[in-house]
């Protein structure tokens, strides 16, 4: 029973560099989410999916892209990183609900720890 | 002011108490709410799931809701060293659109 699975659990990059983090679910959730987690400010939501093909940004999305072309993958894109970036970043998946007793809460991953030097 | 407080800790408790912890928030439109547990390193995962206003119980750990003063609480009975962790409270209009408190961080000391 994997769950969400992040990879990598660490990475250390250099001002301007570009990653791909990923995240995939094997729990065939509708929905995914990518937060963030800096001290003392809980978890921030960067991007989130309600299934495959379909993206909205989150409270905090700049700097950041996202796709979602399977139900299992939802990689989280930094194209110029910066220090601000230095974050744990969490994916999260969920199933799709409907109604009162339909909506279901969040399962993360065990996170991504990145640095931006 | 943020949408959910959270008294960030620590909270030190010896083996055995029972502790309370508490967010309040200022959404009314709040209608799910959880808790999670996230262990040093680790990723949040999730203790208690409430819909709407009540308690729920499960094992050692009591959510509680009350809407009419934008109040959560959790509680943990006979508690254990096992429990040191931070403890994320959340709330959202659906399970899926939550805003989280910053984590209060708990220590069970022997």
């Known amino acids: 029973n994997a769950g969400v699975t992040q990879t990598p659990k660490f990475r250390i990059l250099k001002i301007g560099q570009s990653m791909t983090l990923q995240c995939t679910q094997d729990m065939n959730h509708n929905y995914m989410y990518w937060y963030r987690q800096d001290p003392g400010m809980g978890l921030k939501l960067i991007y989130y999916?309600?299934?495959?093909?379909?993206?909205d940004k989150g409270e905090v999305p700049n700097g950041y892209n996202v796709s979602r072309s399977t139900t299992e993958d939802f990689p989280l894109r930094l194209e110029l990183a910066a220090p601000s970036q230095t974050s744990v970043y969490f994916c999260?998946?969920?199933?799709?609900?409907?109604?009162?007793?339909?909506?279901?809460?969040?399962?993360f991953g065990d996170g991504t720890r990145l640095s931006i030097l | 002011q943020k949408e959910v407080e959270q008294d960030p800790g620590p909270l030190s408790v010896p083996e055995g108490a029972i502790v309370s912890l508490n967010c309040t928030y200022s959404n009314s439109a709040f209608q799910y709410f959880m808790w999670y547990r996230q262990y040093s390193r680790k990723g949040p995962e999730l203790l208690m799931y409430?819909?709407?206003?009540g308690n729920k119980e499960d094992g050692r750990f009591t959510a509680q809701v009350d809407k009419s003063s934008k109040y959560i609480s959790l509680f943990i009975r006979d508690s254990q060293p096992s429990d040191s962790a931070t403890y994320l409270c959340?709330?959202?209009?659906?399970?899926?659109?939550?805003?989280f408190g910053t984590g209060t961080r708990l220590q069970v000391t022997l």
């Open positions: 999916s309600v299934g495959a093909g379909i993206t």
């Open positions: 999260a998946s969920s199933p799709r609900g409907g109604g009162s007793s339909g909506n279901q809460p969040q399962h």
């Open positions: 409430t819909y709407s206003s």
């Open positions: 959340a709330g959202g209009g659906t399970a899926s659109k939550l805003t």
